[in-house]
């Protein structure tokens, strides 16, 4: 086992293809032929698809950026060996985590993510951000950001599009800032608990489109935001912060939208600090923090 006062470097390994014998028992024999310390592995087959997250750590004085690079080209060897697609983000303990934001066209929670990056409220470094349409590519720009822009006409192109630029921009998690896109299950596992949404609505009530408008008409006297982990099952993920605020009986869907609005940036970016700063782990469907 690791000692307490070394200082380690961590690996978040994905494993993604067809189900096959063998795969659980080749990834963790590479691993202990690495020198790794696995610390968690979770898996999963559905419908014949077989998906694998595992956490390992090294010794940082073993685990250099050239010999990062080469046990990453290892790792792939042996992913290809199995029929597997299996890769590797490795993280720097202390350093600051690397942000990839998705958007589609409404700009007040990216606009709060941005402001809270730049003035370090959330110690993390925006890396990029990701837009299904291309509407708030000047926005970003001004903030001097890189933006990149995945038509999503077809969702399997897309989520491969999309892939190959979180780790083209070696990113961390994934803030989804008023994304109005569906990502498929297998893309969810691939970044299990590390990709956090915010939905308006006080979940489990009101899930998808149009949430604003169920809660008017059913008359609710107090609405709310929530952010939440993503998870293949929409708007069910674990939650990790939620607000809310009364709403009058004479209100209308516009003036509840505008003042769920103001509370979307808010709660998205508590919600990152808490991911950021704290230990989170998930349970049950639920998160607890340290």
């Known amino acids: 086992m690791p000692g307490e006062d070394e200082e380690r470097i961590t690996g978040s390994i994905t494993v993604t293809g067809r189900d096959r014998k063998g795969v659980v028992a080749r990834i963790t024999q590479f691993l202990f032929e690495e020198d790794a310390n696995i610390e968690s592995l979770e898996e999963q087959v559905t419908r014949g698809r077989f998906d694998m997250n595992l956490l390992a750590s090294w010794r940082a004085d073993r685990m250099e950026l050239d010999q990062r690079e080469a046990l990453r080209d290892r790792l792939a060897a042996v992913g290809r060996e199995v029929g597997m697609d299996a890769r590797i983000r490795f993280h720097v303990e202390g350093a600051a985590k690397r942000m990839a934001i998705l958007v589609t066209k409404e700009p007040h929670c990216l606009e709060a993510l941005l402001k809270a990056t730049a003035d370090r409220t959330l110690k993390a470094e925006t890396v990029v951000v990701i837009g299904n349409r291309s509407d708030l590519g000047p926005l970003v720009e001004a903030a001097d950001a890189p933006f990149v822009h995945v038509p999503w006409t077809d969702r399997p192109k897309a989520e ?48 998808g489109a149009e949430a604003y408008r169920q809660a008017w008409e059913k008359g609710v006297r107090v609405v709310g935001v929530t952010a939440h982990f993503v998870t293949p099952d929409l708007d069910q993920g674990p939650i990790i912060h939620q607000d809310a605020f009364g709403v009058g009986p004479d209100w209308s869907v516009k003036k509840i939208r505008q003042k769920g609005q103001e509370f979307e940036g808010k709660v998205l970016v508590e919600a990152v600090r808490v991911y950021l700063e704290k230990r989170l782990d998930v349970h049950w469907g639920r998160v607890w923090t340290e």
């Open 160 to 207: 491969e599009a999309l892939v190959e630029v979180l780790d083209r921009y070696d990113v961390d998690f994934l803030v989804l800032a008023r994304f109005m896109r569906i990502l498929s299950p297998g893309f969810c596992w691939r970044y299990r608990n590390r990709i956090i949404n915010i939905h308006p609505s006080l979940l489990p009530a009101f899930a």
